[in-house]
């Protein structure tokens, strides 16, 4: 890309250079008039000068076509310089976020959350082993309902109740954050913090169950919704269930 655009630079320039020259044999055949009409005739000056003009013109049209493809090439050039800048910038966000196991823009991966969380009991929490694993359990737990809600709706076809799955994925988010918040005080706090690490968990896990214990009531109510289609299926059970569980996630959240 480089290299066309300075070959068509050369050019403009060269096409610059012939536009001069006849600009100047025009002017000067202009200003001699007389001397050239009185040493080489009126037929000679009219010649000369449709010759130049029309020279003239073919160097100002050809100016003018190199300047717009010179013009559409140097947009093409930085259109795709900010593409790969804007490129460069994404894979560098992504490298970030990667980076960034427990990043609060975005979403939070659940099996890295647990994976953090199993490691910690084996590092210098290892004394809290348990409690951890009582919050892993529970995120093995959520996931375990994810994956029967799923199963549910595909084998029943029900895919118009797709958005129950969101409402499971709002409730693991739920979990990973209150995960996180452990992990973070981990992170940072003394070795003599043990009391504290176990508030922590504790606290953790007892907020997790009060979203996992809605989260299966959420689940047996779908199940039972769906077995009733052909009967008295009532959608607003259903509702109150899911409100249940968001209204938690709101409240937690303030």
Do not use: P
Not at 135 to 144: I, P, R
């Amino acid at each position: 890309m480089e290299g066309k655009q300075n070959k068509l630079k050369g050019f403009g320039i060269a096409a610059l250079v012939v536009l001069a020259v006849i600009l100047a044999a025009l002017i000067y055949v202009l200003t001699n008039r007389d001397n050239i009409i009185t040493y080489y005739r009126l037929s000679t000056w009219n010649a000369a000068m449709i010759a130049l003009a029309a020279l003239f013109a073919v160097a100002l049209i050809c100016n003018a076509l190199i300047q717009a493809v010179f013009y559409r090439e140097r947009q093409k050039h930085l259109h795709e310089q900010a593409m790969n800048e804007a490129k460069n910038e994404e894979d560098a966000e992504e490298e970030r976020r990667r980076k960034a196991k427990l990043s609060v823009r975005g979403d939070l991966d659940a099996r890295t959350v647990k994976e953090l969380l199993v490691e910690e009991s084996r590092g210098r929490w290892s004394f809290a082993y348990e409690q951890i694993y009582e919050c892993v359990e529970q995120m093995e737990q959520m996931d375990s309902y994810q994956d029967r809600l799923r199963n549910l709706l595909l084998n029943n076809g029900a895919e118009a109740l797709s958005n129950s799955e969101d409402v499971l994925n709002q409730v693991e988010q739920y979990i990973c954050r209150n995960v996180r918040n452990v992990l973070n005080f981990m992170e940072v706090a003394d070795d003599d913090a043990a009391d504290e690490v176990r508030v922590r968990l504790m606290k953790c896990k007892e907020e997790n169950q009060k979203l996992l214990t809605q989260t299966r009531d959420f689940v047996y109510a779908m199940a039972d919704f769906l077995n009733n289609q052909s009967g008295k299926a009532d959608m607003r059970m259903l509702e109150r269930y899911r409100d249940t569980i968001l209204d938690s996630i709101r409240e937690a959240g303030e």
